[in-house]
């Protein structure tokens, strides 16, 4: 574990990661869009890391889903351990030449892994890097992603796509938290061996798969 990321020991242990978004009263009463903020909890719920979008008040009214966003992600003791970068790209299978692409870095400065979205007419795909820019995992999605009174879940697949590793769930949180707020809780299930820079990559697919299709969605109610 000495030669793992500083901050990244806790994931080597960890096959099961939640993430839960907080809620925010003015995006609750108001409607109005704010940046972001999420809990990274263990399978027993316990704080792991605590993460913070960074963005101008312009794009997230402007551009909102699509919006570029530094999310910072801290330890317990609020040292910034993993910094997740977005661009403002497309996010449309009429424009496959520029799709959407986020990059993790940990930590902060130092590249981890990349999340790639590849073109497909029907499902939701994306490639997992790693920090050379060689594919290691993909993630693939449902056809549908409302989840009318369901979980929603990407599967994790080796890079034949014939194997499933893991999944990243989107939880149905019930009727009134998705009605009145954007409020996410999702669940990214890995092999506890994988590298832990690749974990950190998950983390930053899920951040991306809930703005991308999730953000202003109310779960299909």
Aim: charged letters at 20%.
């Amino acid at each position: 574990t000495h030669n793992l990321p500083p901050g990244l020991e806790y994931l080597n242990q960890l096959d099961q990661i939640i993430i839960h978004q907080q809620v925010e009263l003015l995006e609750a009463i108001l409607g109005t869009e704010t940046s972001s903020k999420y809990e990274i909890k263990n399978h027993l719920g316990q704080r792991v890391y605590f993460a913070v979008e960074e963005n101008g008040c312009f794009d997230r009214k402007l551009c909102s889903p699509l919006r570029p966003f530094t999310i910072r992600i801290a330890d317990n003791v609020g040292r910034e351990v993993i910094r997740v970068v977005r661009p403002l790209r497309c996010n449309s299978c009429c424009f496959p030449c520029f799709l959407q692409q986020l990059e993790v870095q940990s930590p902060p400065g130092t590249i981890a892994g990349y999340v790639v979205q590849n073109w497909d007419p029907f499902l939701p795909k994306f490639t997992i890097q790693n920090q050379s820019k060689e594919d290691v995992l993909k993630i693939i999605g449902p056809y549908a992603t409302c989840g009318c009174f369901d979980d929603v879940e990407f599967e994790v697949k080796a890079l034949n796509e014939m194997t499933t590793i893991g999944k990243i769930s989107k939880y149905w949180s019930g009727f009134v938290n998705n009605v009145f707020t954007n409020t996410a809780n999702f669940g990214i299930q890995v092999p506890v061996d994988l590298d832990v820079r690749i974990k950190a990559v998950m983390i930053g697919a899920c951040f991306l798969i809930d703005l991308m299709f999730f953000e202003n969605s109310l779960d299909g109610l």
